[in-house]
Each structure stands twice: as structure tokens, then as C-alpha cells.
């Protein structure tokens, strides 16, 4: 008997199997994840990366690149807005201004002064001071050094230190040792003020001046004998003016050695000031030296707009430091630039022992590092030097280096090549370096000579 096979039936069996495989094949398929979870939530997103957490998804850079990690910016370092960590050209660059280099000898209009002062004025050229025929001097030039115009005015000033400002009016501040020269932006006299309030015959020694956020004018100075105070030495001078010239307050600070003073002020991170300079301290058993000049320390001090003091701290040891110029950092606190010579009491060997420092400080004066650099050129009235912030966060000093050439151009920080230059070509020492428009710097030096630098100190 032959066997018989329901075809009809087969047919039905196989077509209910492949339905129930096509069901399950597009059920299987449509509940993974990528990571093969069924029923799970991970997804690939555009650099391949697998998981269900939509916060760290794969983002493009500044570049379009998925994933990438460049800094975009301006990538062309004749550019003046050159960007030394950009890796990604983002077309930014600025060349509407020419990187500018140069340098100028102004002695023939400043006839009576060894060194001038110099700053970057808000369009793009400089204001010089000096003297000229014994008085105080100002020379305005445009972004090339080319003079713009020059006054005298009635203020003695044919020695000494002096510092140059420009104003939220557009004016310029001069100050020396003399007393103050106000002057409009044409270089045309406002205001003077001699001497020292309540004896215009006393010689302030102004060494610096500022306008602060407040509007009103910071001088500070010293060695000045506070008018009828005979038990102090020749002390420290703070006086605050407003824009009138009016003077506001005067306050003077130190010990009972002679020859305390600031070098330098600053208006502070939070709006109040700082002065940095030198505070005379005893000569082993003596509490003060005769040989002054040679047994001080750096000194710091931080205060209120009408100069009380919030705090003050000395740094150095027994011999002699001397505090000059100080800067705000961009990670807050400040850096102090300084000389020092650990003389062991052979004064006459400062001349070979003469060093650099520099003093990291964070906001309330505490020291968080100390740098020495030696072949610093001494003078026993103290060494020109002069410290600025670099566009990248780092710092620039001048000075006059002991040998090796005349102006000492010194350059480092965290995203700068260290550059340790001693030009002969150029001026006798730094005075001050400020930093440009254009990224470069402007040095003052001894011998009244001007230098314009790129951002790598070249000119």
C-alpha cells in the first residue's frame, strides 16, 4: 500500500513557519541596541562611540572635526592678533595693522635727562617723559615713533626718576620728583601740583602714578619727612587727587630708617591698591644702618582707596632687597620684580653680587615662589627694571645686565619660550617695557632710547 501526503498540508505547515521566522528575524533585529542589548537604549553617535548617555555625545570642534580638540584662531604671527596656541586657522587674523618695530633715540628733544618714560596711548602711539630746558617734558608720537607733538611746563625736573600715564580723558599725567604735570590731550598744560601738602617746598619723589576705576589719581614716592615729625626717617609717600588736582589725602608709611619708599602702584584685583618698593631694617646690633642704601627689603604694601593699609609684608633677610615693579597675574595674585644682593656685609661687592628677583605673591601678600637670576648691573640708588604681562599669560623684565651686553630683555611663563636676550646695540638698561596693541612691547632705556619689539622681543 503506497503512502499518501497531503501536499495541501505541507504546504500550509511550511508557510506558517516561515511567517512565525520572518516575525521573529524582524522582532530579534529591532531589539538590540548597538551594543547587541536587546530592548536596550545605547546608541552610536558620530565618532562610532556606543552608550546610552546622551550628555558626552560626540561633538565637532572649532574645526568641524568630529571629536577634535583644536583651538581655533589666528594662526599668522605677523598678524596682531596672532594666536601662539591656535592649531586651526579660523580665518580671524587681523591684518589691518602692520607689526610695527623700531627704534628711536629721543635724546635731541630731551636735552636734560638720562632716561625717559614711556607708555601705549589708546590710539596706538606712545607718550614719552623727560625734560627738556630743566622742566618736565612730554612727547606724543604715533604707532611709528614719529613725533606728534612735545611741551615743557613749569615744573622743575632736570634729575631723578619720573612716570608718564594717559587718562580716561584722553590727557596724560606726568610725575616726578618735583610734583605732578597735568595735561590735556594736546599736550596742553591743566594743572600742576608741587610739593607736598602743607609744604609745597618738600620734594615729593614721586615715583609712579595711576588713575584708578574710581577716577581719581594715585601718586606714590618717597623719601619724604612728614612735616613736623622729626622721629622718622625719610618715610614713604601716598597722595590721592582728584581729576581737579585737588589733593585728597596724603599718607606716609615705614619705620624710623631712612630712605623708605615706593617704587610702584597698582590698582589691586579687588579694587584697592597696591605699592611695592623698599623698607630700610638694622645692621646687626644697629637698628638702622648708616650705609642705608644697602640694608633694606623688599616691601609690600596693600590699601584702602584713602590709604589705610589692609595689609604689609617685608621679604629678604639681612642684607639688602629692593622691590621695583609689580603686575597683576591672570590667575590672580601678582608678581614683584626686585633686585637683591647678599652683600655680607662687604657693601662694595653688590657691584659682582647684584641679582634679579622675582617674588610670585598670591592676594593677600603670602610668597608662593622666589626666582634669582644673577649678572644684574648694581646701583647703589637702585637698578632700573621693569616688568610686564605677555598676550599668552607670561611676563617680560628689562634691566641692565652686569656684562654681556647693554639692556637685558628677559621673557618666560607656562606657554612662552624662555628668552634671555643682553642687546649691545640699543639704549644703556631697561627703564619700562609695556605691552602693545599689536601684541609687541615698547622699552624705555637708559640713554633715552626708544625700542618697539614684535612678540618675541625682536626689532
Known amino acids: 500500500m503506497g503512502c499518501w501526503v497531503d501536499l495541501g498540508m505541507i504546504r500550509y505547515i511550511l508557510f506558517l513557519l516561515f511567517i512565525v521566522l520572518c516575525f521573529w528575524g524582524c522582532e530579534e533585529e529591532q531589539s538590540k541596541d548597538c551594543a547587541g542589548i536587546v530592548g536596550g537604549n545605547a546608541v552610536q553617535d558620530n565618532c562610532g562611540n ?5 550628555s558626552n555625545d560626540c561633538e565637532q570642534d572649532c574645526a568641524g572635526i568630529w571629536g577634535g580638540n583644536n583651538i581655533c584662531g589666528c594662526t599668522d604671527s605677523t598678524s596682531s592678533n596672532y594666536n601662539n596656541d591656535a592649531t586651526f586657522d579660523d580665518g580671524s587674523c587681523d591684518t589691518s595693522q602692520a607689526l610695527i618695530t623700531f627704534v628711536k633715540d629721543v635724546s635731541p628733544e630731551n636735552d636734560c635727562a638720562y632716561e625717559v618714560a614711556v607708555k601705549p596711548t589708546d590710539e596706538g602711539g ?7 630746558n630743566d622742566s618736565a617734558w612730554l612727547m606724543k608720537t604715533d604707532l611709528y615713533g614719529n613725533k606728534e607733538w612735545e611741551n615743557t611746563y613749569g615744573l ?5 626718576n619720573r612716570s608718564v600715564s594717559q587718562t580716561s580723558d584722553g590727557g596724560y599725567l606726568f610725575a616726578g620728583w618735583v610734583g605732578i604735570v597735568k595735561a590735556d590731550s ?6 600742576i601740583k608741587k610739593g607736598v601738602e602743607g609744604n609745597n617746598s618738600q620734594y615729593p619723589y614721586y615715583e609712579d602714578i595711576i588713575e584708578h576705576s574710581n577716577g581719581n589719581y594715585y601718586a606714590v614716592g618717597g623719601p619724604v619727612t612728614p612735616s613736623g615729625n622729626t622721629n622718622n626717617g625719610g618715610q614713604s609717600i601716598l597722595v590721592k587727587l582728584n581729576q581737579s588736582g585737588t589733593v585728597l589725602k596724603t599718607k606716609f608709611y615705614g ?28 645692621n646687626q646690633s644697629y637698628p638702622c644702618s648708616f650705609d ?41 595674585g601678582y608678581m614683584v620684580l626686585g633686585e637683591k644682593c647678599a652683600h655680607n656685609y662687604d657693601i662694595y661687592s653688590c657691584d659682582s653680587k647684584a641679582k634679579v628677583m622675582i617674588l610670585d605673591i598670591d592676594e593677600n601678600g603670602n610668597s608662593l615662589d622666589q626666582t634669582l637670576l644673577s649678572g644684574l648691573f648694581f646701583f647703589e640708588g637702585g637698578t632700573p627694571m621693569s616688568i610686564t604681562n605677555t598676550y599668552t599669560g607670561g611676563f617680560i623684565f628689562v634691566a641692565k645686565p652686569q656684562n654681556g651686553g647693554y639692556t637685558w630683555l628677559y621673557k618666560w611663563g607656562d606657554f612662552e619660550d624662555v ?8 639704549g644703556f638698561g631697561g627703564k619700562n617695557v609695556e605691552r602693545t596693541q599689536d601684541n609687541g612691547y615698547i622699552i624705555s632705556t637708559l640713554g633715552s632710547v626708544l625700542i618697539k619689539t614684535d612678540s618675541n622681543l625682536s626689532y
Open 186 to 191: 594736546n599736550g596742553e598744560k591743566e594743572w
Open 419 to 426: 628668552i634671555d636676550e643682553k642687546v649691545s646695540d640699543v
Open 255 to 282: 619705620g624710623q630708617c631712612e630712605d623708605d619708599l615706593f617704587r610702584s602702584i597698582i590698582e589691586s584685583n579687588d579694587g584697592k591698591l597696591i605699592m611695592v618698593g623698599e623698607k630700610g631694617h638694622g
Open 292 to 332: 642705608f642704601r644697602y640694608y633694606k627689603d623688599i616691601w609690600i604694601v596693600k590699601t584702602g582707596l584713602n590709604g589705610g593699609v589692609i595689609w604689609e609684608n617685608t621679604y629678604g633677610g639681612d642684607y639688602l632687597e629692593k622691590g621695583v615693579d609689580i603686575i597683576e597675574k591672570e590667575t590672580g
Open 126 to 132: 606712545y607718550i614719552i617723559a623727560g625734560c627738556k
Open 156 to 160: 622743575v625736573d632736570y634729575w631723578g
Open 50 to 54: 556606543c552608550d546610552d548617555d546622551v
